[in-house]
């Protein structure tokens, strides 16, 4: 059996498209955890995925998500991707 590895991503985003960003990388499908931080780098909401997390279950985060989006003008994303 082989073992997961596990590479982190690191991006800085504006608010406005945080939404559209972490839509687009959940539909990636091989993402393990997504954690998006402030201007100064504090962690205000973080997302751990399953490979079960489908649309309607993520419904609840993406709202969240939008509130915080509506604070913040720029906001660093961290994602956690599996390979292999």
């Known amino acids: 059996m082989s073992e997961e590895k596990v590479r982190t991503e ?3 985003i504006n608010g406005e498209e945080l ?8 539909n990636e499908g091989n993402i393990r ?3 998006i931080k402030n201007k ?13 997390v489908v649309g309607a279950l993520l ?8 509130a915080i989006a509506a604070l913040v003008t720029e ?3 961290v994602v956690e991707k599996v390979e292999g």
């Open 10 to 12: 690191e991006f800085k």
């Open 19 to 26: 939404i559209a960003s972490i839509k687009k990388l959940v």
């Open 33 to 35: 955890r997504i954690t």
């Open 40 to 52: 100064e780098g504090r962690t205000v909401f973080e997302i751990p995925l399953t490979f079960g």
């Open 59 to 66: 419904a609840p985060q993406l709202a969240a998500i939008g």
């Open 75 to 77: 906001a660093t994303v």
